[in-house]
Structure formats: structure tokens, C-alpha cells
């Protein structure tokens, strides 16, 4: 249970009296330490902050940014190569396609270059790295990347080519031989520019770089032209929204609202979202996750090209691509969440511990990091996940909480780490999975180091003011926006309501994974509530009386102003007791029975499976008083759901087990249908219906569609329960394949194991309360 915190007594100074605020921004400002009208009006107002020159810091091997932008400013003259060497989350793609851009405007001639996650993952690959010198690059500039990559540098060292390192992860024990770096680790704690995510640290680097062509006015609008890439990254890699970098993110969002970048555009268009009233939760909840998903299953260069071009047709092509690939994501998204949450639900224990460390062979390695978010804003609990490949290896992602340096956290269990990197929020690392137990312990001692006492207690929830619903307006939303953008270091404020009604809830979005939360006062005062992600999740009774948190924004629909309220959290104060009969029917146990010739004729027979010999499957299932399960369904999901249908008096279970398939002969028998469905159907078919042939899980047959797809096989869209097959060739993605196989053994896996359970169980009524 979280415990929730009511607002404590905060007096507003009567220093910021003359700012003429709402009391609710004054006493926040002055909550988070903004208490004279300099700090205050330079949160409020970052057009008033002038920008701070990053200082050149050199030692006795590397120089920094002075030596940086006079290579850059030398290649440019001598016309070499310049290669712009990145990272495939949205922090890199932002990062690279800033620095491309600046200097392509200033005459350079460059070429970039971001690795593949599923081919070499993070960081500068000799192997990688050898082609591109071979093809005349003598500079090589990295950006959010590069700060441990002494063997690579090293290399290009031997070549003759020079290295820039820009980046912002955690310095390594030594700094590798580059000519130059520019990293904010370096810099002072207090520093304004300390807190710089990668596009940042580009970004200064960028203001740096002088095209002598070009007047100071001149330099300087180029460069303002590049803050809405700035914002992108710095808000996609939660960096700490203070000192510039606040006000880097705060100026960069004014400037994507207004942005000429097709390719943002475009998937603003497709999103439907409206750039006019973009917020920090645009860029977080649209344009990151798309870009993202080509890093995570795919190749993450052409995401650069999209934010470069300016071609039209192209920019449509790439984004179509991003919107695809980032369906697929949600998919295994929800499918790695659902086991994560299952896993914690079956050893409670690991809640217990200070971090949440979870693993399996069967999770993509593409997701595990954004399921760790989902379970940290969940749980309040720092996590990691691991995915464990073939050879042993587990690789994982972590995420934090505030106030924990999770890298730091990390570094101390170095010595039984094969790799790891990071910042403060997250990070990533492997380690051999029989070294999982020891590293739990060992980083959970880490984290209570940092944290203290703070570790073991519950999580809290920190209120800022309660308001009624009848507050909560478009006033409110405007007021609230000025404390904006929020995100680490500045986080929304949390409103709460005392004893509403909770009245409904409903489901919305294309695939239904939102909910609308309808709530009322006793004075009638109604309010409707998002509930990102929230289908599946927890509520109360409709009629109980509730507490209810959630945060306020402004947004636009159809050119209209209007207000948002996004769910939290809930706590009842009265439940509504409702009354539940649960159905009674008796339960036969014939699995040790061959044949159904002594069952009534009336009764309803469900088998399933490409070798079943009679019965209906789940499609033709209908009422009636005898039901037999022939064979065994793939879940409890699909069980409930045909109890539900038949409603049934008497249940006769055969559980008989369907003929088991490896991933590779469900995926054959899956193309088998697939051919049949185009070449006699015309390509129409259904979700369900091939589940039912196949006798298999829904979530097999969407990720095995995918997996198609992937190869190139066939095109396939599915629109909830509707599926359209067409032979047109598709662009094969091998790190998409690969990331849907291990979800697909994942599924075929849970569906064995649980049709074993079922079939070795002494008592089958014990099967009807799974």
C-alpha cells in the first residue's frame, strides 16, 4: 500500500510577493527552494537565462572543447571526412543528427554512423568502426557515446584518426586517448551545465563551433534552430531538469511547437498529436517511444535521416515505418510487463528487497528497459530486468528512482560484471546468470547505502494540495503550466480529491489499454480521468466512495483549449460491498478416460488443435448444461472465458495435452494458415480464429503475424481481431525476428507448462480457481 503525504506548511517569502503569483505556484516555488525573485523568475522565464559557455577542461593527454573545435574547424578546411559517431536510443539519434546538421551548415563533409542494438549494442565497435575508416573517415566525433571505448579510440589511433568524445555516461576509472572530450562529468556537481543529457552536451559543443562565413546573428540563429532536437533528447533520457539544462528543455519545446522538421511532423500527424500545444508528455509519450522502437528492434540510422530530411515522400515512408515498429514494441511491452508482474506475484519476496531484479531467458532484450520504467513508477522501487541469451549471458537494463545514482550503485559489483555503463537514472550491464543471486545482494546493500533507512520504507505518495472538483479548470491547467516542463528534478504536481464517487470506468484507445475513470463530489461535480496504460489495473467498486490523486494539464482537440486529468493513484474510504453468486457446477474428472462415446449427445465438446478429430472450438462455443474440455486450453484466459459463454452445469475434463511445438514448427504451421487464408480467403481472417486452429494463445498468433512480417514474408495488418494477409514483399528486419522469436519460445513455454500443471494435478477442480 502507499501512504500518502499530505502538503506540508510551506509560508511564501514576501520576496516573491511582487511575481504576483497564484498561491499554488508561489508556495511550490518556495517548496523547491526558489525563494527570491532572481531563481524564481529564471525558472519561470529561461529566455532571461543567458547561455553558459562550457569551460574548456584539458589534462595532460586529451584537450577539451577549444582543442575539439579546432580539429572540427582543420578537417572543415581540409575537406576530410568528418564521421559523427552515435547511440540508437533517442538521446543519440538527437545527438548525431544535431551534429550532422551543424556541420554539414558550416562546410564539413560528414558521414554518421549509430550502431545496431541487436548486431553490437552500445558503444564504439572496432568492427564497425574499421569500414568506415577504410572509406576515408580521418575524425571521428562521438555523441552520447564513447567515454569507456579505449580499445576502439586506441584503434583509431593506429590509424591515424583522430577521436572527439562527447558524452555524458559516467567517466570510466581512466579516460581513453582521445583527442579531445567534452563530457559534464567532469565539471563541478554545482555546476549549471552539470546535469547535460548527450544532445546537450552536442548542443554546447555545436554553440562552440563557428562557421566564419556567417555572422554572430547568423551563428546564433543556426544554432537556435537545433533546441527542438535538444528537447527531444533531454526529455526522451530523463535528464535532470535543472540549471540550463531546464532551461535548455524549456526553450526547445517552444521551438518544436513551431518546428520545419518533416519528420517530427509527420509522426505528430500520425500519433495525432498536436505540436501547437506540445508538452514534455508529447515528447515522452509520442515522439519517444516511436523513435526508440527503431533502436530497440530495428536499425536506428534511418531515425537520423527522418529528423535531417526534408523530403517529403521520404519523411512519410520513415515515419509509417516508426509507427509499425512501434506497435510491435507495445506489444512486447505489454507481454513482458504482464510476466514481470505475474513473476512478482509469485515470490512476493522481491518486492521486499531494494531494488527489483528480475530475469528471464524469454524476455526481448529491446523492452526490458521500458518494463523496468513501467515497474518503477509502479513499485517506487528502483529495477533492473535482465534477458538471458543462449551462451548464459544475462544483459539488462536499469532505472531509478530519484535520489539514487544507480550507476554508482552498479560500479560497486564491477567485479562480477562483464560490462556496464550508465548515469544517474539508468543504465545498463551483463553478468553470467549464475552470478544473479550474488549480484541482487550485493547491489541491494549498494542501494541502502545511498538511501539509507528510506529503502525499507513504504512508498509514499506526496500530495501538493487538495482541491474539489469543481477546481479544477482551465485556469488551474494554465497556472500549473508555468512550473512546466516537468520530469526528474521537477515533477508534476499532485492534486487530490477527498471522497468522491467512483462512478465508472472504460476502456479506450486503439487496442484498449487505457482507461477513462469517471468520479463525483456529493455536490454533483463530475470528472473523467485518463488512466495511461491502465487496463488490467485495480479499481474499486463503482459507488465506493474514494480518495483520488492526479496530475493537471492544458491541451488542444480539434482546435480546442480543454483540460486533461491523468489518473494516479486511489485509496478507498468507503467500499461498496457488492454481492457475488458464484456459479456451481460439478466437475468430472475423466483424464484417465480415451474416448467421450459415453457422454450424452447433447454435450458440448471443446477440443482444439491442428490434429483434433471432432468437438467446436472456442469460436463455436455456446451455451449448454454439459461441456467437455477435451483438450487442454492454452490458459486459464481462454478457460474462464468459455465457462463464461457455456455456462455450464456439469464439466467433463479430458485435458487432453495438443502436440507440442518448438517455436520454428508453430511458426511453419502458422505460415501454413497464413498461405491458405490468402490464397482461398482473400486474406481475411482473424486473431482468434487462428488461435483456435492452432490451439494456442492470442499473443502467440499476434507475435508470430509480426514475425512473418519481419521475415519479409507477407504484409499483415491487424486491427484488433481483424486480420488482412497480402503477398506484397515486405523489408526484412532480422533484429525485429529475433526479438519476436524470444517472445513467441516465451508464450509456447507458459502455454506447456501450463497445460502440464494441469494435466498432473491430483484434483482437477483445482484447474477452475487458476
Known amino acids: 500500500m502507499t501512504r500518502w503525504i499530505d502538503p506540508p506548511p510551506i509560508d511564501i517569502p514576501a520576496s516573491l510577493e511582487e511575481l504576483n503569483l497564484p498561491p499554488l505556484l508561489a508556495r511550490t516555488l518556495a517548496g523547491r527552494g526558489l525563494t527570491d525573485v532572481s531563481s524564481a523568475r529564471a525558472f519561470l522565464h529561461p529566455d532571461e537565462i543567458p547561455p553558459t559557455p562550457y569551460p574548456n577542461i584539458e589534462s595532460a593527454s586529451q584537450g577539451g572543447i577549444s582543442e575539439a573545435v579546432n580539429r572540427v574547424n582543420l578537417a572543415t578546411r581540409r575537406n576530410e571526412t568528418i564521421c559523427v559517431w552515435g547511440d540508437f536510443d533517442v ?95 567532469m565539471l563541478p556537481k554545482d555546476h549549471p551545465l552539470a546535469n547535460l543529457a548527450g544532445v546537450g552536451v552536442a548542443y554546447k559543443f555545436a554553440e562552440a563551433i563557428f562557421d566564419t562565413r556567417t555572422s554572430n546573428i547568423e551563428h546564433r540563429i543556426s544554432n537556435i534552430e537545433l533546441l527542438d532536437l535538444v528537447a527531444l533528447g533531454l526529455i526522451a533520457d530523463v535528464a535532470l531538469l535543472k540549471g540550463e539544462t531546464r532551461s535548455l528543455a524549456q ?78 514494441r507495445r506489444m512486447l511491452t505489454s507481454q513482458v510487463y504482464e510476466a514481470a508482474e505475474a513473476k512478482l506475484r509469485a515470490e512476493p519476496a522481491l518486492l521486499e528487497e531494494p531494488v527489483i531484479v528480475l ?32 551462451d548464459g549471458i544475462l544483459r539488462g537494463s536499469a532505472r531509478s528512482v530519484e535520489g539514487l545514482h544507480i550507476t554508482e550503485a552498479i560500479a560497486t559489483q564491477k567485479e562480477i560484471l562483464r560490462g556496464f555503463g550508465g548515469h544517474p537514472m539508468a543504465a545498463g550491464m551483463s553478468l553470467e546468470a549464475a552470478r544473479l543471486a550474488e549480484f541482487r545482494r550485493g547491489l541491494g546493500k549498494a542501494v541502502e547505502g545511498q538511501l539509507g533507512a528510506k529503502v525499507r520504507e513504504e512508498a509514499t505518495l506526496q500530495i501538493d494540495a487538495w482541491v474539489g472538483l469543481e477546481e479544477v479548470t482551465l485556469e488551474l491547467a494554465d497556472q500549473l503550466e508555468m512550473l512546466a516542463p516537468f520530469g526528474a528534478g521537477n515533477p508534476e504536481l499532485t492534486l487530490a480529491a477527498r471522497a468522491v464517487t467512483f462512478k465508472s470506468a472504460s476502456a479506450i484507445g486503439k487496442t484498449k489499454e487505457h482507461l477513462r475513470l469517471n468520479v463525483e463530489d456529493e455536490n454533483g461535480a463530475a470528472q473523467s480521468l485518463l488512466w495511461w496504460g491502465g487496463a488490467g489495473g485495480e479499481l474499486p467498486e463503482a459507488g465506493s466512495k474514494v480518495d483520488v490523486a492526479f496530475t493537471v494539464r492544458g491541451s488542444s482537440y480539434r482546435g480546442q483549449r480543454q483540460v486533461t486529468t491523468q489518473f494516479q493513484e486511489f485509496r478507498l474510504v468507503e467500499e461498496k460491498v457488492i454481492e457475488i453468486r458464484s456459479s456451481k457446477f460439478d466437475i468430472r474428472d475423466m483424464r484417465l478416460q480415451s474416448s467421450t462415446l459415453n457422454l450424452q449427445p447433447s454435450t458440448l465438446i471443446w477440443a482444439e488443435g491442428p490434429d483434433r478429430a471432432a468437438g467446436v472450438t472456442r469460436l463455436e462455443l455456446k451455451p449448454a448444461d454439459e461441456l467437455t474440455i477435451y483438450t487442454t486450453p492454452p490458459s486459464p484466459a481462454e478457460l474462464r472465458k468459455a465457462l463464461e459463454i457455456v455456462q455450464p452445469k456439469i464439466v467433463y475434463v479430458f485435458a487432453k495435452r495438443p502436440l507440442e511445438q518448438r517455436p520454428d514448427e508453430f511458426l511453419t504451421y502458422l505460415a501454413g494458415l497464413c498461405k491458405y487464408v490468402v490464397n482461398q480467403r482473400g486474406g481475411k481472417t482473424t486473431v482468434s480464429e487462428l488461435a483456435a486452429a492452432s490451439a494456442a494463445r492470442e499473443s502467440a498468433i499476434r507475435v508470430g503475424l509480426e514475425w512473418l512480417a519481419a521475415g519479409g514474408q507477407l504484409s499483415v495488418e491487424v486491427d484488433e481481431d481483424d486480420v488482412t494477409l497480402t503477398k506484397e514483399a515486405q523489408e526484412k528486419n532480422p533484429y525485429l525476428q529475433a526479438e519476436l522469436f524470444v517472445a513467441l519460445r516465451g508464450i509456447l513455454n507458459e502455454t506447456v507448462a501450463y497445460r502440464k500443471f494441469l494435466s498432473t494435478l491430483e484434483d482437477v477442480k483445482t484447474m477452475f480457481n487458476s
Open 359 to 390: 530475469s528471464h531467458p524469454n524476455w526481448p532484450g529491446g523492452v526490458v528497459g521500458i518494463v523496468a520504467n513501467k515497474l518503477v513508477d509502479r513499485y517506487h522501487k528502483p529495477a533492473i530486468l535482465f534477458s538471458e541469451s543462449d
Open 251 to 328: 526553450k526547445g519545446i517552444q521551438k518544436l511547437r513551431e518546428t520545419k522538421r518533416l519528420g517530427l511532423r509527420v509522426i505528430a500527424d500520425l500519433a495525432g498529436a498536436s505540436m501547437d500545444t506540445l508538452t514534455e508528455e508529447t515528447i515522452g509519450f509520442t515522439f519517444a517511444p516511436r523513435l526508440n522502437a527503431l533502436g530497440r528492434l530495428g536499425d536506428a540510422n534511418p531515425a537520423v535521416e527522418l529528423l535531417l530530411t526534408n523530403d517529403p515522400p521520404r519523411a512519410r515512408v520513415l515515419a509509417a515505418q516508426i509507427e509499425g515498429l512501434n506497435a510491435r
Open 91 to 185: 538521446d543519440g539519434q538527437t545527438s548525431t543528427a544535431l551534429l550532422v546538421q551543424k556541420l554539414r551548415s558550416i562546410g564539413a563533409k560528414v558521414v554518421y554512423y549509430v550502431p545496431i542494438r541487436g548486431k553490437e549494442s552500445h558503444g564504439v565497435h572496432v568492427e564497425s568502426l574499421k569500414p568506415i575508416i577504410d572509406n576515408g573517415a580521418t575524425l571521428i566525433v562521438t555523441c552520447d557515446t564513447g567515454i569507456t571505448a579505449h580499445e576502439a579510440i586506441d584503434y583509431a589511433n593506429s590509424r591515424g584518426v583522430d577521436v572527439i568524445v562527447t558524452d555524458h555516461h559516467d567517466l570510466g576509472e581512466t579516460l581513453p586517448n582521445a583527442q579531445a572530450i567534452i563530457n559534464p562529468k
